[in-house]
């Protein structure tokens, strides 16, 4: 991470969490910066560290108090940003889905929007990988970049209060995958019959950020083969 080029600012929160800002004006880096780092201070559990959570370009590390104190903790961010963390290999996941009608009851809303057909919604949002930049809530939920809509995507007018597990949904230029019934606001352009959260399995989703996932369409009548767990259908 050193030859990046980056700088980071850190900000106490409360008495046992800071809040680190990753800042340099490349998009791209500033997500790798920060998901390198969250993957370092995970490894930091004997120094104190607790939990971390790493996002678009924050990375939010609490940590015991009675262990080890804001001043230390800036310091192990420090030596991490300028260490040679390398980056990893990321996993490919394909991942069936079914546009439209029942399963994506905003996609002719979504092509209005964009000023396109609903064929062009489903080329554009399966014709490319998506790249899986945090997972976040609800429980496990990937959100993704990837291929580009004409115009961002609003959310709904009035959020949906209960998505289908397995919901896949658009919003500005990014995507989401709804793991378990929760309200939401974003436009749901398919359903996928494959589960992704498992409170059996360590870790509870299979995938990390970095990963890349790529829509497969499928017919409704294909939904019953395809109905298993996420990681029979890993590339």
Request: aromatic share 10%; with cysteine; charged share 20%.
């Amino acid at each position: 991470m050193k030859d990046m080029q980056t700088s980071f600012t850190c900000q106490e929160y409360g008495d046992s969490a800071v809040l680190i800002n990753i800042e340099n004006d490349d998009y791209e880096v500033r997500w790798l910066t920060v998901q390198l780092l969250g993957d370092a201070m995970r490894e930091k559990t004997s120094l104190g560290i607790i939990d971390v959570v790493a996002s678009f370009q924050s990375v939010f590390i609490s940590f015991d108090a009675l262990v080890i104190n804001h001043s230390q903790v800036f310091e192990i961010v420090k030596d991490e940003l300028q260490s040679d963390l390398t980056p990893r290999v990321p996993n490919h996941f394909k991942i069936p889905i079914v546009y439209g009608d029942v399963f994506g009851p905003h996609i002719n809303q979504v092509a209005e929007i964009c000023g396109i057909s609903v064929d062009d919604v489903i080329e554009i949002h399966s014709g490319q990988d998506w790249a899986i930049r945090f997972v976040g809530s609800p429980i496990g939920a990937p959100f993704l970049d990837g291929p580009k809509f004409p115009v961002s995507v609003p959310r709904l007018t009035t959020p949906v209060t209960r998505m289908e597990p397995g919901s896949v949904a658009v919003s500005g230029l990014q995507s989401i995958i709804y793991n378990a019934p929760s309200p939401g606001g974003w436009q749901v352009v398919g359903r996928t019959p494959v589960k992704l959260f498992d409170l059996e399995t360590n870790p509870n989703v299979p995938y990390r950020a970095g990963d890349r996932i790529r829509f497969i369409p499928i017919l409704p009548s294909d939904w019953d083969n395809w109905n298993k767990y996420f990681h029979q259908v890993k590339l």
